[in-house]
């Protein structure tokens, strides 16, 4: 057994992404913003302050985690960020923005004309681009973030960039509620632009984003735009976009659209500006001059004011003094008309000011701040009536609800403009009745501009938003009949600048002259002015103004919930509540407000309440089309169309919120025929009855429900949601998402190899391998007709439109969240609960994963879906066409291969994607590249260095490197980010118990300290476990919790999956081969109740896969005794393999593995489930594995004489195997073993290595195999036995165990353990390394029957460890060659005199200044063996043995350091000076300068194993003390130093007195034997006492002892195989002695 074994590493490397829950808020952190920027102030739902700006929750980092455990949840690493945010104050105008911020500053000293202006901002902003990366912004060729930006691996990293969003975009559109990103569908779980960008209708912890982006809606007809008489356009002075910039990628005109630039305007071009990367031609126009600014003193009128008052006074057309024609009204149309511009751009100028800081913080390499867009109120429209004075009178009772739905339906289309005109270009105006009539597009003109005679341009079109309108009453020139009349507002304030808020304080005091000049019954200028005063920061005026709209039309649910904003800017949150519930209740398709509401509650950690109003949003709008005619389904039914896939309801696991959103029934709600836009192509396409503009709403509400459930840990649910978004988004052609996975596997194979589509019974269960190349075109051949998702068929706005967009974004997000539940659950049974699993599992998710990478081509899907193929171990059937680029050891066209190819693919879409270089190291690693894998892992800490996943990863990597100093650091600096981060926390501890660094290692107190005795406080000083009040603490019970919660979780793996047509299945297939025929009803019957009271309960998984492997290889047995001995024929289903359930998931590893067992102080029954649950985990892998046949192997030939026995091992090169075992294989007797050699590991070209290769009679160097080859060959070589020379140490290739290739498989020598896997049959060991009392009761293991019986995997008993039979050897199990491989075996034998002189000259050349009578105790083992009770005891030895010195070895150096530090702490100057270290020795001076020792303390924890071989060869005596029953690292240095001894009385003596018994009694031995040991002055090395005895007895005996007998051991190895082999023939089980075998002679 090997001292020297490198811990078994796990590669940690998660899972993206992918839906996360949603993070908790945290403080803000206050915006430092440049001098030049306006300091935006802060929007809380808490608190009563809201602004211009807002300062959000940090981004979160969606945590893609691959380990070998399987891929980890989704989690989220929130930092806390100091809350210094500015409070929203009534300031002045003037204090709007800080002094001297430019372009807005209205305090400047300096005036500038317009082109200095624009020159200084041209300048300014170009600064600003050129500090960022030349990759960033509208530069970039592809649609995603700035590489220049590390971006986390959310769930779906697939948004187009920020785009600075210009206030032209505004134009006759519908204006919703707020500022929001640039891209609003793209779901919760989405980071955007600036790694803090949009989340789609919720943020990411679930707040609803207040506005959608302009683009979603119809482009605008007129783009120009207006100031106030003396104003330029806003452009002109501002340093944001022009009404021409561009806003995405799609070209545009720079003209309105639908029609020619208009001969003889006034108009004149701005020079050009570098916006997106394209040069803009920004119009200006001559102000008007209709509504006129106050004659203020000195102010002179405009020659252009003047020519048109001339004109007004010579026309001769009367004017009506009243109505809607009136002057009075047309004026005031022309004035709300400019003031609802001044609106928009103010909203848009608080939605750049916020991308400029963005920008800007960027350039300037600060972090960037996550915004939430405040909530702005929508504006009112233009009375399709136009103005009239008069209070609209009361509707009717029965109307109203009617009228409400109505308005609804009008208010949140956003593809209805505010005009009138639907999306499909039909006008739609109101009658006197308010019924909808449309108006077809031939019979409207194109709208011209009337222009007067010279040539003015009819700025009344182009100023108002409504401007195809128009052309039906095209107001004329105001003439008058007699005298002159003129509408002169009383004097206003001049604007003090041109920004936009202050033309925005211009227009609320037009509205208000207005208002008050209509006695204050014009409720759309009133709605008007309270968001013009909200959007200036004055709510409480707000609040009023929409009191008064509601006081005039209580059900104006515009105003209700624009009110419900200003309430919330108050802080008066419970009072917005109840007008978003009331708005929600009324009209459930208000978008705004539903979405409002929902984002309110999602802040207040209220996601199920937020979950109940999108279900009773489901509920209210689900649309079932009958007869063609619309109609109200039961709201009470299913939230979707499609049961198979329904959202459950969460009202029915939770209790009922404070409202009950179905209290009211249906009441409120009309038939559908009475709707707005019922009458629309692609009504109800979506399953809801809303129009098609609406559809990307309701599917972003369905996502964010998904979403919200998944923060809630209802994965069951969150899947559901997330189907029916994905069914919404393909057409509802599917009844669940099997049919779509079915459908997209079928068209996918036919296309990729040219044949028809498959039926669903046809499909093959292997997944289907496609290169990045070939998945992009997934979406394509599933929806061939269109070429695109069908739910886009009623969306306007082409392939480039950003509705269109945002739709598919959100259809890809949820195919990729959905396919990640799916995934997760796979690996984790916790994560699994409520998820109806897909029918193939890996195949099945890989198509979700295309279609979704083929929607929208994202980094974290080619993440996922690396992840998925790294552990497909199938090759495709196109390999030689897949792999451009040779990779060593890897096969072309396997998983591995295409996984390799899609993390580069992601890392072309972003390279400063951390998830993506953390998975690409660790494939890496287990390919062998380290030094490669280590730079990805730099890489990803680069992109992001709070990433744990690639702290942790880069810490293994490099303590794989030997630099354990580097490892340390990285672990502390994942454990600072992510505390509860079990593969960092163990790491750590793992590293400083490495190296002896106990500072705050605390201990175990558990069994009143018998496993853990002395423990270490935080200031390094030793604890007492046996003290009363003692408590177990430190880091290393943070260890031992974590594996005993992930232990106590594994128990409830695959609770379920038993399925009755399975269970029938394998009974029929057992019984048939196994008992008489007559008595299999019977036998049937009672293996039936055993198997369903297995369903359901604790340990099913374990059950359930430990019966298929004991099936498998009762199956084998079968078909040899036919074959062989019965000499019959079966038919060849007989002999088909037992298959796992499909919806079995594979289960996680606990993070500390099994050989860190060793020194880690664990009960037996949590060191017995460590090792099962990797056992049950490797099975799981193989049994899917594609590549094993139908049938179970077919068994080896019988011995012809000789048994064929294969060994299996990665350390036939030098290594402590090859030491101890070079010579067994070429000493096998060819008459009872041929022994097979199969090398996992390329050759090192070393002696050991050379020796087996030559003696082996068949050497096989499987090193660049797979294991389906290496597995093949092992059965195509007829090996009767395998062997496993590794268990869990690293390079072990168990996988090929699990696949049964063999009748009987055994392991020794490679791991000091049980393995608790059904693929391994037998232990070589003995009765003091493996007592008895720590075996599993039931001992047969034979049949299924025994398996049945068997408590292997279940059961509260901890007393026992082993579940294999064991063989127990006649001597030591410890194989040692060292008889013909020591540095002195083939010299001449010395004398015990010369030998004592050698050994004195030795001692003198390493330690010439230790004294001759000095006593050294030394220890050769490496450091992570000592811990702090053994090394107590050591130092208490050195204190009660004054003349005696302590010899460690720097096995690592940093532990030379700690230790002595320690001993410092612990012990008096004297003690500590006397522990002394020296470097490790190569092998044979290792073996030779041992005898230098007088005595060697062995470490109780972990012995010496190789280690105490080379001791007792050189005559060294070793004192050991087995701590622990159960644990057989423990007990090794007992069994080998029994094997060294005589086998006589005196050698049992020894033994007694070199065993000890407990702590004490080995101190006591230790001092004992070190006072007895004299060296008389001049003795040259001769000493006396019992040391001096016991090292000539064991320098004489080892040339007979049977340790070192390699010989006697390979032929009681040769009779052990025999017995095996034989009871395997007659069908029978249990442990071996070999003690009642007589000895054979070979």
Same mark, same amino acid.
């Given at each position: 057994?090997?001292?020297?074994?490198m811990l078994?590493?796990?590669?940690?490397?998660r899972?993206?992404?992918v839906?996360?829950p949603?993070?908790?808020?945290?403080?803000?952190?206050?915006?430092?913003?440049p001098?030049?920027?306006?300091?935006p102030?802060?929007?809380?739902?808490?608190?009563p302050?809201q602004g211009?700006g807002?300062?959000?929750?940090h981004?979160?980092?969606?945590?893609?985690?691959?380990?070998?455990?399987?891929?980890?949840?989704?989690?989220?690493?929130?930092?806390?960020?100091?809350?210094?945010?500015?409070?929203?104050?009534?300031?002045?105008?003037?204090?709007?923005?800080?002094?001297?911020?430019?372009?807005?500053?209205?305090?400047?000293?300096?005036?500038?004309?317009?082109?200095?202006?624009?020159?200084q901002?041209?300048r300014?902003?170009?600064?600003?681009?050129?500090?960022?990366?030349?990759?960033?912004?509208?530069?970039? %060729?592809?649609?995603?973030?700035?590489?220049?930006?590390?971006?986390?691996d959310?769930?779906?990293?697939?948004?187009?960039?920020?785009?600075?969003?210009?206030?032209?975009?505004?134009?006759?559109?519908?204006?919703?509620?707020?500022?929001?990103?640039?891209?609003?569908?793209?779901?919760?779980t989405?980071?955007?632009?600036?790694?803090?960008?949009?989340?789609?209708?919720?943020?990411?912890?679930?707040?609803?984003?207040?506005?959608?982006?302009?683009?979603?809606?119809?482009q605008?007809?007129?783009?120009w735009?207006?100031?106030?008489?003396?104003?330029?356009?806003?452009?002109?002075?501002?340093g944001?976009?022009?009404?021409?910039?561009?806003?995405?990628?799609?070209?545009q005109?720079?003209?309105?659209?639908?029609?020619?630039?208009?001969?003889?305007?006034?108009?004149?071009?701005?020079?050009?500006?570098?916006?997106?990367?394209?040069?803009?031609?920004?119009?200006?126009?001559?102000?008007?001059?209709?509504?006129?600014l106050?004659q203020?003193?000195?102010?002179?009128?405009?020659?252009h004011?003047?020519s048109?008052?001339?004109?007004?006074?010579a026309?001769?057309?009367?004017?009506?003094?009243?109505?809607?024609?009136?002057?009075?009204?047309?004026?005031?149309?022309?004035?709300?008309?400019?003031?609802?511009?001044?609106?928009?751009?103010?909203l848009?100028?608080i939605?750049h000011?916020?991308?400029?800081?963005?920008?800007?913080?960027?350039?300037?390499?600060?972090?960037?701040?996550?915004?939430?867009p405040?909530?702005f109120?929508q504006?009112?429209?233009?009375?399709?009536?136009?103005?009239?004075?008069?209070?609209?009178?009361?509707?009717?009772?029965?109307?109203?609800?009617?009228?409400?739905?109505?308005?609804?339906?009008?208010?949140?289309?956003?593809?209805?403009?505010?005009?009138g005109?639907?999306?499909?270009?039909?006008? @739609?105006?109101?009658?006197d009745?308010?019924?909808?009539?449309?108006?077809t597009?031939?019979?409207?003109?194109?709208v011209?501009?009337d222009?007067?005679a010279?040539?003015d341009?009819?700025?009344?079109?182009?100023?108002?938003?409504?401007?195809?309108e128009?052309h039906?009453?095209?107001?004329?020139?105001?003439?008058?009949?007699?005298g002159s009349?003129?509408?002169?507002?009383? %004097?206003?304030?001049?604007?003090?600048?041109?920004?936009?808020?202050?033309?925005?304080?211009?227009?609320?005091?037009?509205?208000?002259?207005?208002?008050?000049?209509?006695?204050w019954?014009?409720?759309e200028?009133?709605?008007?002015?309270?968001?013009?005063?909200?959007g !200036?920061g004055?709510?409480?005026?707000?609040?009023?103004?929409?009191?008064?709209? #509601?006081?005039?039309?209580?059900?104006?649910?515009?105003?209700l919930?624009?009110?419900?904003?200003?309430?919330?800017?108050?802080?008066r949150?419970?009072?917005?509540?109840?007008?978003?519930?009331?708005?929600?209740?009324?009209?459930?398709s208000?978008?705004?407000?539903?979405?409002?509401?929902?984002?309110?509650?999602?802040?207040?950690h209220?996601?199920r309440?937020?979950i109940?109003v999108?279900?009773?949003v489901?509920?209210s709008?689900?649309?079932?089309?009958?007869?063609?005619t619309?109609?109200?389904?039961?709201?009470?039914?299913?939230?979707?169309?499609?049961?198979?896939?329904?959202?459950?309801?969460?009202?029915?696991?939770?209790?009922?919120?404070?409202?009950?959103?179905?209290a009211?029934?249906?009441?409120?709600?009309?038939?559908?025929?009475d709707?707005?836009?019922a009458?629309?192509?692609?009504?109800?396409?979506?399953?809801?009855?809303?129009?098609?503009?609406?559809?990307?709403?309701?599917?972003?509400?369905?996502?964010?429900?998904?979403n919200?459930?998944?923060?809630?840990?209802?994965?069951?649910?969150?899947?559901?949601?997330?189907?029916?978004a994905?069914?919404?988004?393909?057409?509802?052609?599917?009844?669940?998402?099997?049919?779509?996975?079915?459908?997209?596997?079928?068209v996918?194979?036919?296309?990729?190899?040219?044949?028809?589509?498959?039926?669903p019974?046809?499909?093959?269960?292997?997944?289907?391998?496609?290169?990045?190349?070939?998945?992009?075109?997934?979406?394509?051949?599933?929806?061939?007709a269109?070429g695109?998702l069908?739910?886009?068929?009623?969306?306007p706005?082409?392939?480039?439109?950003?509705?269109?967009?945002?739709?598919?974004?959100?259809?890809?997000?949820?195919?990729l969240?959905?396919?990640?539940?799916?995934?997760?659950?796979?690996?984790?049974?916790?994560?699994?609960?409520?998820?109806t699993?897909?029918?193939?599992?890996?195949?099945?998710?890989?198509?979700?994963y295309?279609?979704?990478?083929?929607?929208?081509?994202?980094?974290?899907t080619a993440?996922?879906?690396?992840?998925?193929?790294?552990g497909?171990?199938?090759?495709?059937r196109?390999?030689?066409?897949?792999?451009?680029?040779?990779v060593?050891?890897? @096969?072309?066209?396997?998983?591995?291969?295409?996984?390799?190819?899609?993390y580069?693919?992601g890392?072309?879409?972003?390279?400063?994607?951390?998830?993506l270089?953390t998975? !690409?190291?660790?494939?890496?690693?287990?390919i062998?590249?380290?030094?490669?894998?280590?730079?990805?892992?730099?890489?990803?800490?680069?992109?992001?260095?709070?990433?744990?996943?690639?702290?942790?990863?880069?810490?293994?990597?490099?303590?794989?490197?030997?630099?354990?100093?580097d490892?340390?650091?990285?672990?502390? +600096?994942?454990?600072? @980010?992510?505390?509860?981060?079990?593969?960092?926390?163990?790491?750590?501890?793992?590293?400083?118990?490495?190296v002896?660094?106990?500072?705050?290692?605390?201990?175990?107190?558990?069994?009143?300290?018998?496993?853990?005795r002395?423990?270490v406080?935080?200031?390094?000083? #030793?604890?007492?476990?046996?003290?009363?009040?003692?408590?177990?603490?430190?880091w290393?019970?943070?260890?031992?919790?974590?594996?005993?919660?992930?232990l106590?979780?594994?128990?409830?793996?695959?609770?379920?999956?038993?399925?009755?047509?399975?269970?029938?299945?394998?009974?029929?297939?057992?019984?048939?081969?196994d008992?008489?025929?007559?008595d299999?009803?019977e036998?049937?019957?009672?293996?039936?109740?055993?198997?369903m009271?297995?369903?359901d309960?604790?340990?099913e998984?374990?059950?359930l896969t430990?019966?298929v492997?004991?099936?498998?290889?009762?199956?084998?047995?079968?078909?040899?005794?036919?074959?062989?001995?019965?000499k019959?024929?079966?038919?060849?289903t007989?002999?088909?393999r037992?298959?796992?359930?499909?919806?079995?998931?594979?289960?996680?590893a606990?993070?500390?593995?099994?050989?860190h067992?060793?020194?880690?102080?664990?009960?037996?029954?949590?060191?017995?489930?460590?090792s099962q649950?990797?056992?049950l985990?490797?099975s799981?892998?193989?049994?899917?594995?594609?590549?094993?046949?139908?049938?179970?192997?077919?068994?080896?030939?019988p011995p012809?004489?000789?048994?064929?026995v294969g060994?299996?091992?990665?350390?036939?090169n030098?290594?402590?195997?090859?030491?101890?075992?070079?010579s067994?294989?070429?000493?096998?007797?060819?008459?009872?073993?041929?022994?097979y050699?199969?090398?996992?590991?390329a050759?090192?070209?070393?002696?050991?290595?050379?020796?087996?290769?030559?003696?082996?009679?068949?050497?096989?160097?499987?090193?660049?195999?797979?294991?389906?080859?290496?597995?093949n060959q092992?059965?195509?070589?007829?090996?009767?036995i395998?062997?496993?020379?590794?268990?869990?140490?690293?390079g072990?290739?168990?996988?090929?165990?699990?696949?049964?290739?063999?009748?009987?498989?055994?392991?020794?020598?490679?791991?000091?353990?049980t393995?608790?896997?059904?693929?391994?049959?037998?232990?070589?060991a003995?009765?003091?390394?493996?007592?008895?009392?720590t075996?599993?009761?039931w001992?047969?293991?034979?049949? @299924?029957e025994?398996?049945?019986?068997?408590?292997?995997?279940?059961?509260?008993?901890?007393?026992?460890?082993?579940?294999?039979?064991?063989?127990?050897?006649r001597?030591?199990?410890?194989c040692?060659?060292?008889?013909?491989?020591?540095?002195?075996?083939?010299e001449?034998?010395?004398?015990?005199s010369e030998?004592?002189?050698?050994?004195?000259?030795? +001692?003198r050349?390493?330690f010439?200044?230790?004294?001759?009578?000095?006593?050294?105790?030394?220890?050769?083992?490496?450091?992570?063996?000592?811990?702090?009770?053994t090394?107590?005891?050591?130092?208490?030895?050195?204190?009660?043995?004054?003349?005696?010195?302590?010899?460690?070895l720097?096995f690592?150096?940093?532990?030379?350091?700690?230790?002595l530090?320690?001993?410092?702490?612990?012990?008096?100057?004297?003690?500590?000076?006397?522990?002394?270290f020296?470097?490790?020795?190569?092998?044979?001076l290792?073996i030779?300068?041992?005898?230098?020792?007088?005595?060697?303390?062995?470490?109780?924890?972990c012995?010496?194993?190789?280690?105490a071989?080379?001791?007792l060869?050189?005559?060294t005596p070793?004192?050991?003390?087995p701590?622990?029953?159960?644990?057989m690292c423990?007990?090794?240095?007992?069994?080998?130093?029994?094997?060294?001894?005589?086998?006589?009385?005196?050698?049992?003596?020894v033994?007694?007195?070199?065993?000890?018994?407990?702590?004490?009694?080995?101190?006591?031995?230790?001092?004992?034997?070190g006072?007895s040991?004299?060296?008389?002055?001049?003795s040259?090395?001769?000493?006396?006492?019992?040391?001096?005895?016991?090292r000539?007895?064991?320098?004489?005996?080892?040339?007979?002892?049977?340790?070192?007998?390699?010989?006697?051991?390979t032929?009681?190895?040769?009779d052990?195989y025999?017995?095996?082999?034989?009871?395997?023939?007659?069908?029978?089980?249990?442990?071996?002695?070999?003690?009642?075998?007589?000895?054979?002679?070979?």
């Amino acid at each position: 057994m090997m001292d020297d074994n490198m811990l078994q590493y796990a590669h940690a490397n998660r899972v993206t992404d992918v839906p996360q829950p949603f993070a908790p808020d945290v403080p803000d952190r206050a915006e430092q913003l440049p001098p030049s920027l306006p300091r935006p102030r802060t929007s809380h739902y808490a608190g009563p302050s809201q602004g211009f700006g807002e300062v959000s929750h940090h981004a979160e980092n969606t945590l893609r985690r691959k380990t070998p455990n399987g891929t980890l949840n989704a989690g989220f690493e929130v930092s806390a960020q100091a809350d210094s945010t500015y409070k929203s104050q009534q300031r002045p105008r003037d204090e709007l923005y800080g002094r001297g911020s430019a372009p807005y500053a209205h305090g400047a000293q300096v005036r500038m004309t317009f082109s200095e202006h624009q020159l200084q901002r041209q300048r300014a902003t170009q600064t600003v681009l050129n500090q960022m990366s030349t990759n960033a912004w509208s530069t970039l %060729p592809s649609q995603y973030l700035p590489q220049s930006f590390p971006v986390m691996d959310s769930m779906l990293q697939q948004v187009p960039m920020q785009q600075y969003q210009s206030a032209q975009a505004y134009y006759n559109q519908s204006i919703p509620c707020g500022v929001q990103p640039s891209f609003h569908y793209v779901g919760p779980t989405a980071s955007g632009g600036l790694g803090a960008g949009p989340y789609g209708p919720y943020w990411h912890d679930g707040t609803a984003a207040a506005v959608r982006d302009p683009r979603h809606y119809p482009q605008p007809v007129n783009q120009w735009q207006y100031a106030p008489n003396g104003h330029h356009f806003l452009s002109s002075s501002c340093g944001w976009p022009s009404a021409g910039s561009r806003l995405d990628n799609a070209p545009q005109s720079l003209h309105p659209q639908g029609h020619e630039m208009m001969s003889g305007a006034s108009y004149f071009t701005g020079p050009a500006k570098p916006m997106g990367g394209y040069a803009l031609q920004v119009p200006y126009v001559l102000p008007p001059t209709t509504v006129h600014l106050p004659q203020g003193p000195g102010r002179l009128q405009s020659t252009h004011e003047r020519s048109y008052a001339a004109k007004l006074e010579a026309s001769s057309e009367p004017i009506v003094d009243y109505g809607s024609k009136s002057p009075n009204a047309v004026q005031r149309d022309k004035a709300f008309a400019w003031a609802l511009q001044q609106y928009r751009d103010l909203l848009a100028f608080i939605q750049h000011t916020k991308r400029q800081h963005q920008a800007m913080r960027h350039a300037t390499g600060h972090p960037p701040v996550a915004h939430r867009p405040s909530f702005f109120p929508q504006p009112p429209r233009l009375s399709q009536t136009r103005s009239s004075f008069a209070v609209p009178q009361r509707r009717r009772k029965s109307t109203i609800h009617t009228d409400i739905t109505a308005r609804a339906r009008r208010s949140s289309d956003p593809a209805r403009s505010r005009d009138g005109l639907d999306s499909q270009g039909v006008k @739609v105006c109101d009658d006197d009745s308010e019924t909808p009539r449309a108006q077809t597009p031939a019979m409207r003109s194109p709208v011209q501009g009337d222009k007067s005679a010279d040539g003015d341009i009819d700025y009344l079109r182009m100023s108002s938003p409504q401007s195809n309108e128009w052309h039906e009453n095209r107001p004329r020139a105001l003439r008058r009949s007699t005298g002159s009349y003129q509408i002169s507002p009383p %004097p206003r304030p001049h604007p003090q600048d041109n920004s936009p808020p202050s033309r925005a304080t211009v227009a609320l005091s037009f509205i208000t002259e207005l208002c008050q000049d209509s006695g204050w019954q014009w409720t759309e200028g009133m709605h008007l002015g309270g968001c013009l005063a909200y959007g !200036l920061g004055d709510y409480k005026k707000a609040e009023s103004w929409y009191s008064q709209v #509601l006081d005039q039309d209580p059900e104006h649910l515009e105003a209700l919930s624009n009110l419900a904003a200003a309430l919330l800017a108050l802080g008066r949150k419970p009072e917005a509540e109840r007008h978003w519930v009331r708005v929600v209740k009324t009209a459930p398709s208000h978008f705004e407000a539903v979405e409002h509401l929902v984002g309110m509650l999602c802040h207040d950690h209220r996601s199920r309440d937020a979950i109940r109003v999108i279900e009773h949003v489901e509920r209210s709008l689900r649309y079932s089309n009958k007869s063609d005619t619309p109609s109200v389904s039961d709201r009470r039914s299913e939230c979707s169309v499609s049961n198979a896939s329904r959202s459950p309801a969460i009202s029915d696991v939770t209790d009922k919120i404070s409202y009950d959103f179905e209290a009211d029934g249906d009441a409120s709600m009309s038939d559908w025929k009475d709707l707005v836009g019922a009458s629309e192509p692609g009504f109800g396409s979506s399953g809801f009855a809303i129009p098609p503009s609406d559809n990307g709403r309701i599917l972003a509400l369905i996502h964010a429900k998904g979403n919200m459930l998944y923060s809630v840990g209802d994965n069951g649910g969150a899947a559901k949601a997330f189907e029916d978004a994905v069914l919404i988004a393909v057409g509802r052609h599917f009844t669940n998402v099997q049919g779509l996975v079915d459908h997209i596997l079928r068209v996918v194979t036919a296309r990729l190899y040219n044949t028809k589509p498959e039926q669903p019974a046809r499909l093959s269960y292997d997944p289907l391998l496609l290169t990045p190349e070939q998945a992009l075109s997934t979406a394509k051949a599933c929806f061939p007709a269109l070429g695109e998702l069908p739910f886009l068929k009623y969306i306007p706005g082409g392939s480039t439109g950003m509705q269109r967009k945002a739709i598919i974004s959100t259809t890809s997000n949820s195919l990729l969240s959905l396919a990640k539940i799916f995934q997760d659950g796979m690996s984790n049974s916790s994560r699994a609960v409520g998820v109806t699993p897909l029918q193939a599992g890996v195949r099945d998710i890989l198509a979700l994963y295309y279609l979704s990478l083929a929607l929208q081509p994202s980094p974290s899907t080619a993440n996922n879906v690396g992840i998925l193929l790294a552990g497909v171990p199938q090759v495709a059937r196109s390999a030689h066409m897949m792999q451009k680029v040779e990779v060593p050891g890897v @096969v072309p066209g396997s998983g591995i291969a295409l996984a390799l190819q899609y993390y580069n693919y992601g890392l072309q879409l972003d390279q400063h994607h951390a998830h993506l270089y953390t998975n !690409l190291g660790s494939l890496l690693k287990d390919i062998g590249q380290l030094d490669a894998a280590i730079t990805m892992y730099e890489r990803a800490v680069k992109c992001d260095g709070r990433f744990d996943i690639a702290l942790a990863n880069l810490a293994n990597a490099v303590k794989d490197k030997g630099r354990i100093s580097d490892a340390i650091g990285f672990y502390k +600096r994942a454990v600072e @980010v992510n505390p509860d981060f079990a593969e960092a926390v163990c790491g750590l501890a793992n590293a400083l118990n490495s190296v002896c660094g106990w500072q705050s290692r605390g201990g175990i107190a558990d069994d009143g300290g018998r496993r853990d005795r002395w423990h270490v406080d935080r200031n390094g000083m #030793l604890l007492d476990a046996r003290q009363p009040g003692a408590t177990s603490s430190g880091w290393i019970k943070r260890v031992v919790d974590i594996v005993e919660k992930q232990l106590v979780d594994g128990e409830s793996w695959g609770r379920g999956v038993l399925q009755p047509a399975m269970l029938e299945k394998m009974l029929l297939q057992v019984l048939i081969l196994d008992g008489p025929l007559e008595d299999a009803i019977e036998r049937q019957d009672s293996l039936r109740q055993v198997l369903m009271s297995w369903h359901d309960q604790k340990w099913e998984g374990a059950r359930l896969t430990r019966l298929v492997e004991r099936a498998t290889r009762r199956i084998s047995w079968h078909r040899y005794q036919d074959l062989h001995v019965r000499k019959q024929r079966r038919t060849s289903t007989s002999y088909d393999r037992p298959q796992l359930p499909a919806n079995l998931s594979v289960p996680t590893a606990p993070t500390v593995l099994p050989f860190h067992t060793f020194t880690t102080p664990m009960s037996p029954k949590q060191i017995r489930l460590i090792s099962q649950r990797n056992g049950l985990r490797i099975s799981v892998c193989t049994l899917r594995a594609p590549w094993l046949p139908k049938e179970v192997y077919p068994p080896p030939l019988p011995p012809s004489p000789q048994l064929r026995v294969g060994y299996v091992s990665s350390d036939f090169n030098n290594h402590p195997l090859a030491h101890l075992m070079q010579s067994v294989f070429g000493m096998h007797s060819r008459k009872r073993v041929e022994a097979y050699c199969y090398a996992t590991t390329a050759s090192d070209n070393s002696i050991h290595r050379r020796q087996i290769q030559d003696e082996a009679p068949h050497f096989r160097d499987a090193s660049g195999w797979t294991a389906e080859r290496l597995v093949n060959q092992i059965v195509r070589d007829g090996i009767h036995i395998l062997v496993n020379l590794n268990g869990y140490t690293r390079g072990a290739r168990n996988e090929v165990f699990a696949a049964r290739p063999a009748p009987i498989q055994m392991a020794f020598m490679g791991f000091a353990g049980t393995l608790g896997a059904e693929w391994c049959d037998y232990l070589l060991a003995d009765e003091t390394s493996i007592p008895p009392s720590t075996l599993r009761p039931w001992r047969r293991n034979v049949d @299924v029957e025994d398996q049945l019986a068997d408590d292997n995997n279940g059961g509260d008993d901890s007393s026992w460890v082993y579940g294999e039979n064991i063989i127990y050897c006649r001597d030591t199990f410890f194989c040692c060659d060292h008889r013909q491989s020591a540095p002195d075996a083939k010299e001449p034998k010395v004398s015990w005199s010369e030998e004592q002189a050698r050994r004195w000259a030795m +001692r003198r050349e390493l330690f010439p200044n230790i004294p001759d009578d000095a006593v050294i105790f030394g220890n050769f083992n490496q450091l992570y063996k000592i811990e702090p009770t053994t090394f107590r005891t050591w130092l208490r030895i050195l204190a009660r043995v004054p003349n005696a010195i302590l010899w460690l070895l720097r096995f690592p150096d940093l532990g030379e350091s700690h230790l002595l530090n320690t001993a410092r702490q612990w012990a008096t100057p004297d003690v500590a000076s006397r522990v002394i270290f020296t470097d490790v020795a190569p092998k044979q001076l290792h073996i030779s300068r041992a005898r230098v020792c007088d005595l060697v303390i062995d470490t109780p924890e972990c012995n010496a194993h190789t280690t105490a071989a080379d001791v007792l060869w050189s005559g060294t005596p070793l004192l050991t003390l087995p701590r622990y029953e159960y644990k057989m690292c423990s007990r090794m240095a007992a069994s080998i130093l029994k094997g060294a001894l005589p086998k006589n009385a005196e050698g049992g003596q020894v033994a007694v007195e070199l065993i000890a018994t407990s702590e004490e009694d080995y101190e006591e031995k230790a001092v004992s034997l070190g006072k007895s040991l004299l060296y008389p002055p001049g003795s040259q090395g001769v000493g006396q006492g019992r040391l001096v005895e016991l090292r000539h007895m064991l320098y004489e005996a080892r040339w007979n002892s049977g340790l070192f007998d390699t010989k006697r051991w390979t032929s009681d190895l040769e009779d052990a195989y025999e017995e095996a082999w034989r009871r395997w023939v007659a069908g029978e089980g249990g442990d071996i002695w070999l003690s009642d075998i007589p000895r054979k002679e070979s």
